[in-house]
């Protein structure tokens, strides 16, 4: 069983940065990022490996980053450069310990997730 509790959302001036984190309990390998805004599909955003081997989305590359506090079993994202559109409810998810390590929902069974924490970017 895998627990995750994501903070630190909240309201941020566009060209700001902000940083959501993710509480884990249990053992994980791939950890991963999603966002969904109304109206569109969930998007993976960025994933990270238990050897440190990351992954981006091509529209976040160079402003994202997801780093792993492997002490305190915590993952973040640094949202820097912020922009309207990424304006949504952001999703730590965690993927059985066997699985391929993929942003892609079709290939990666995320069986975990949290409750989300908003991140609103206004112009």
């Known amino acids: 069983q895998v627990d995750l509790v994501e903070s630190g959302g909240g309201q941020a001036q566009a060209g700001g940065a902000l940083r959501v984190s993710c509480e884990v309990s249990g053992y994980t390998n791939c950890m991963a990022w999603f966002r969904q805004s109304p109206g569109k599909e969930r998007e993976g955003v960025a994933s990270i490996r238990r050897d440190g081997r990351t992954d981006y989305a091509d529209s976040v590359k160079g402003r994202f980053a997801i780093s792993r506090d492997k002490s305190n079993n915590i993952v973040y994202l640094q949202i820097n450069s912020l922009k309207p559109e990424d304006t949504a409810m952001y999703y730590c998810?965690?993927?059985?310990?066997?699985?391929?390590?993929?942003?892609?929902?079709?290939?990666?069974?995320?069986?975990?997730w949290g409750q989300g924490t908003q991140v609103t970017v206004s112009s």
């Open positions: 998810a965690a993927a059985p310990p066997l699985s391929v390590c993929t942003l892609d929902l079709a290939r990666t069974p995320f069986s975990y």
